[in-house]
């Protein structure tokens, strides 16, 4: 059982720039979440998912896309980089522990720095 | 989204009992309040979640006052290794939460 993993772990982008970065859980989740952590803040929420083949925007969708095809992965893309999103991405997974709350399992990040 | 405040840093003498409290006046009557933990160069945590009254696990215990409009967590005789930062976060987890800056707490010897 790997829990959230991500991949790739660091990766550096020329301005204009796309990738895509994978999250993937094996724990059956059904909600799945990127965030975006900038140095010396918090957590900002991206998109998030509350199921396959559903996506939902966050605080700051901006620039960003996302997927979710299959219920194991969560993928974020960024069609044309820029400075401004160099970032650590942090994707998550969240299962009920009640009917109405869930605890969130996060993965180790991505740190992506755009030039 | 149910706003969250909470002191930005704190400091604390190893075997000392840390509280960190949480302001969330405008909780609504069905969210659920979270505490995470996140260490450097890592993802956070989950430690303990509460709807009112005290919850205890092995790692903290989360009191909530009847009006939910506040919250503490305590955690027993930190280490180094408590050395993180603290989120508290409100509403139905399922969804979209906001996670803020935290409390950065630093415990020393």
């Known amino acids: 059982n790997a829990g959230v993993t991500q991949t790739p772990k660091f990766r550096v982008l020329k301005t204009g720039q796309s990738m895509t970065l994978l999250c993937a859980q094996d724990?059956?989740?059904?909600?799945m979440y990127w965030y975006r952590q900038d140095p010396g803040m918090g957590l900002r929420l991206i998109h998030y998912s509350v199921g396959e083949g559903t996506t939902a925007k966050g605080e700051v969708p901006d620039g960003y896309n996302v997927s979710r095809l299959k219920k194991q992965n969560f993928l974020l893309g960024l069609e044309s980089a820029a400075p401004s999103q160099t970032s650590v991405y942090f994707c998550a997974s969240a299962t009920a522990l009640t009917r109405a709350s869930y605890e969130q399992y996060f993965g180790p990040g991505t740190r992506l720095t755009v030039t | 989204l149910a706003k969250t405040t909470q002191p930005i840093s704190m400091d604390s003498y190893e075997g000392q009992e840390v509280n960190i409290t949480c302001s969330h006046n405008?909780?609504?009557?069905?969210?659920?309040i979270t505490w995470y933990q996140q260490f450097p160069s890592q993802g956070p945590r989950f430690i303990i979640q509460g709807y009112k009254t005290k919850v205890t696990n092995e790692v903290a215990s989360l009191f909530i006052p009847a009006d939910r409009k506040s919250s503490t967590l305590s955690l027993p005789r930190v280490s180094l290794s408590d050395t993180a930062v603290y989120y508290c976060l409100v509403g139905l987890s399922g969804y979209a939460l906001n996670f803020g800056k935290g409390t950065s707490l630093l415990v020393t010897p």
């Open positions: 405008n909780i609504a009557t069905n969210d659920y």
């Open positions: 724990m059956n989740h059904e909600y």
